[in-house]
């Protein structure tokens, strides 16, 4: 997750395309130019994700080696629109287009930058503690909060604190409201993944020790269609890796959402 999204260019050519996408979804919002957007939805930071950082079992079957060209966005077509419905309101349709002769993706998302004082966090969905696609059954779908400010759980920093099945969050100032998503594995729902940490991904990646994290400069919100399992059939082996229906191969995935103030 590279470099910042602006959405009137590509400042990464060959990185990932930027489109309008005309037909594919309802053309009943007001033009760009004629709604005037509050600051925070007007100088938003989104960005293609597709990687997390590694987890124990990650690192027991080599997802850096097999599968790290999904550190960056380049060679993926991925087509977003910002779709301004009033001034403190916003839809956002992001279309992404996996390349099938690809290895699987850890995720497909968005990350969206957020300032460091946004921290508490509610959401309706899966919780209260962490769920992945195939460890999400023993968390209750209802109304949650947390503080992500807390350290990570974990030892060694890693990617945690997901939370599946989510229609609607909100993390201090930014409300987000599913409006649907879609993956080659489960077709269209109304719900979509996240997780938020007071540290980008691969500052996360980088510490061996929770100590080594530095002093958060800010929050990283991933808003996810899909994203990988938890596999861990052992953790130092290939079958660490998600099993095969938790793992997002290759073609089209939506995510649309309304973001808010």
């Known amino acids: 997750c590279n470099g910042l999204f602006d959405p009137f260019r590509n400042p990464h050519p060959g990185a990932f395309e930027v489109a309008h996408v005309h037909g594919l979804f309802p053309n009943s919002y007001p033009d760009a130019e004629a709604v005037e957007l509050?600051?925070?939805l007007a100088d938003l930071k989104v960005e293609p994700c597709f990687w997390r950082a590694p987890?124990?079992?990650?690192?027991?079957?080599?997802?850096?080696?097999n599968n790290g060209v999904w550190r960056s966005s380049e060679g993926v077509k991925v087509d977003i629109v910002r779709r301004p419905i009033d001034a403190r309101t916003m839809r956002l349709d992001v279309v992404f287009e996996l390349p099938q002769e690809r290895p699987y993706a850890p995720r497909v998302g968005v990350a969206i930058s957020l300032p460091a004082s946004a921290t508490n966090l509610c959401w309706r969905g899966r919780g209260p503690h962490e769920n992945y696609p195939d460890r999400k059954f023993g968390a209750s779908v209802g109304e949650w909060s947390a503080d992500i400010s807390a350290p990570p759980p974990y030892?060694?920093?890693?990617?945690?604190?997901?939370?599946?099945?989510?229609?609607?969050l909100t993390l201090g100032p930014l409300s987000v409201k599913c409006v649907?998503?879609?993956?080659?594995?489960?077709g269209i729902k109304d719900?979509?993944?996240f997780a938020a940490w007071p540290w980008t991904i691969a500052e996360l990646e980088s510490a061996r020790h929770n100590e080594e994290l530095p002093t958060s400069s800010g929050v990283t919100l991933v808003l996810d269609a899909d994203i990988m399992?938890?596999?861990?059939d052992d953790s130092w082996s290939?079958?660490?890796a998600p099993r095969p229906p938790y793992r997002p191969q290759g073609g089209t995935y939506t995510l649309t959402v309304e973001l808010s103030e």
């Open 229 to 232: 399992g938890v596999g861990g």
């Open 180 to 186: 649907f998503t879609s993956t080659p594995r489960e």
């Open 38 to 40: 509050v600051p925070l």
């Open 155 to 168: 030892i060694r920093p890693q990617d945690y604190g997901h939370y599946c099945d989510t229609t609607r």
């Open 191 to 193: 719900t979509f993944g």
């Open 238 to 240: 290939r079958i660490a």
């Open 55 to 65: 987890t124990d079992n990650d690192r027991g079957h080599k997802l850096v080696r």
